[in-house]
C-alpha cells in the first residue's frame, strides 16, 4: 500500500472518523482542529466507537492553527462548516503541491467551486458523505449510521478530471482503511439529491424543534417541503445537473418511501447548531438555492423565505 500524507482540515466528528481510520491504516495523518478536542486525542488518542467497531488511534500529527503546519500534503480532507471553505481554501494553499488532492467532504452546494476558484479545479475533487457520526465527548467520536458508500468525483458537473485513477485510487486508499468509498463520474446529481433532502428538513426541523418524522407527518410541513424541492429542482436543471428524476414528483416519491423513513427519530444538525449557539449553514442550502436562482432568472420564494427565518432565528441565538 501506498502511504500518503494526509492532512485533515476540520477535526469534527466526519473529520475525526476519517482521520482515525486512515491513521489506523499506516498513514501519516494531520488533524487540524480544536484545542478542546485535540488536547484528549494528544493524551489519550482517538476513541471510535459505533457500528465500525471500537477503536483507539494515536500518533497523529495535531494542528490547532494553520500556523502549526508544515510541508505539502498529498490529500487533504476538508471537512470544516461550509460558512469557513473560502477562508480555510486561503490557509491550505501554501501546503498544496503539484498533484496533491483537496477533497470536500462537506454539507450543502458551492464548496468545491469555492475550494477551485482558489486551489485550481484540477486540484479538487467532490465527495459525498452519507454517514452519520458525532463527538459524544473531547476524543470520542461515535459513528451511528451509514445509508451508503463515500462517493468521490468531479468538483463541478461536466468537470473532466486530469487524472480520474487518482481519484479511484483515493477512494480505494479509503476504502481499505475501513470507510466504504466509490467514484462516481456523476456525483454532482448525488450531491444534488442530498441537499434537496437538507434543503427540505433541516430548516423546518432547526425552526420547529422537530425531527425528520415529525415533519414528514404534518401535512403543512410536507406542503412547504415539496415547494422546497421543486424550486431546488428547477435550479439543478438550470445548471445542467444530470439527475436521475424526470420531474420533482418523481424525487419526492423517493423522498418520503425510501430517505426519510431510516432517518425518522433524526434530530437536525441545523436544530442542534442553533443550540449550541452557533451560525448553521443555510447560505450553503437554500441560501445557495436562492442566490443561483437570481443568477438564472429563476423565483424560488419559499427557499428565499426559510433562509430569512432561519437568519432570524440565528440573531437571537448565536
Known amino acids: 500500500m501506498l502511504l500518503m500524507r494526509i492532512l485533515i482540515a476540520g477535526a469534527g466528528a466526519l473529520g475525526s472518523v476519517f482521520g482515525g481510520f486512515l491513521r489506523k491504516a499506516g498513514h501519516p495523518v494531520t488533524v487540524l482542529g480544536r484545542a478542546w478536542h485535540l488536547d484528549v486525542i494528544r ?5 471510535i466507537e459505533g457500528i465500525w467497531g471500537s477503536h483507539t488511534v494515536g500518533d497523529f500529527t ?10 505539502s500534503y498529498d490529500l487533504i480532507l476538508v471537512t470544516v462548516k461550509s460558512y469557513d471553505t473560502e477562508t480555510m481554501a ?8 503539484n498533484g496533491s488532492l483537496t477533497v470536500s467532504l462537506q454539507n450543502g452546494l458551492g464548496n468545491t467551486e469555492i475550494l477551485s476558484s482558489v486551489l485550481g479545479a484540477g486540484n479538487v475533487v467532490s465527495g459525498r458523505v452519507i454517514f ?6 473531547p476524543g470520542l467520536v461515535n459513528v451511528t449510521v451509514i445509508a451508503d458508500d463515500v462517493v468521490l468525483g468531479p468538483p463541478v458537473q461536466g468537470a473532466k478530471i486530469p487524472e480520474p485513477d487518482k ?4 477512494a480505494g486508499l479509503l476504502s481499505e482503511s475501513g470507510i466504504p468509498c466509490r467514484f462516481d463520474e456523476n456525483i454532482q446529481a448525488l450531491i444534488w439529491a442530498k441537499a434537496f433532502y437538507n434543503c427540505a428538513l433541516n430548516p423546518l426541523g432547526a425552526l420547529f424543534g422537530m425531527n425528520y418524522g415529525q415533519l414528514a407527518d404534518n401535512q403543512n410541513a410536507r406542503l412547504i417541503m415539496e415547494q422546497v424541492i421543486s424550486e431546488a429542482f428547477k435550479v439543478a436543471l438550470s445548471r445542467k445537473i444530470a439527475l436521475p428524476w424526470d420531474s420533482p414528483g418523481r424525487f419526492l416519491e423517493a423522498f418520503y418511501r425510501d430517505m426519510v423513513p431510516p432517518t425518522r427519530n433524526h434530530r437536525p444538525s441545523m436544530l442542534q447548531d442553533l443550540e449550541r449557539g452557533r451560525l448553521t ?3 450553503a442550502l437554500n441560501g ?18 426559510i433562509t430569512r427565518l432561519i437568519k432570524i432565528k440565528e440573531k437571537f441565538t448565536v
Open 43 to 47: 493524551e489519550r488518542g482517538l476513541r
Open 90 to 97: 486561503w490557509k491550505l494553499a501554501p501546503f498544496v503541491k
Open 167 to 170: 481519484i479511484t485510487a483515493i
Open 281 to 283: 449553514e443555510i447560505d
Open 132 to 137: 452519520g457520526a458525532e463527538i459524544t465527548e
Open 62 to 71: 495535531l494542528a490547532t492553527s494553520p500556523d502549526d503546519l508544515a510541508g
Open 288 to 305: 445557495r438555492i436562492s442566490s443561483w436562482a437570481e443568477k438564472a432568472g429563476l423565483s424560488v420564494p419559499v427557499n428565499e423565505t
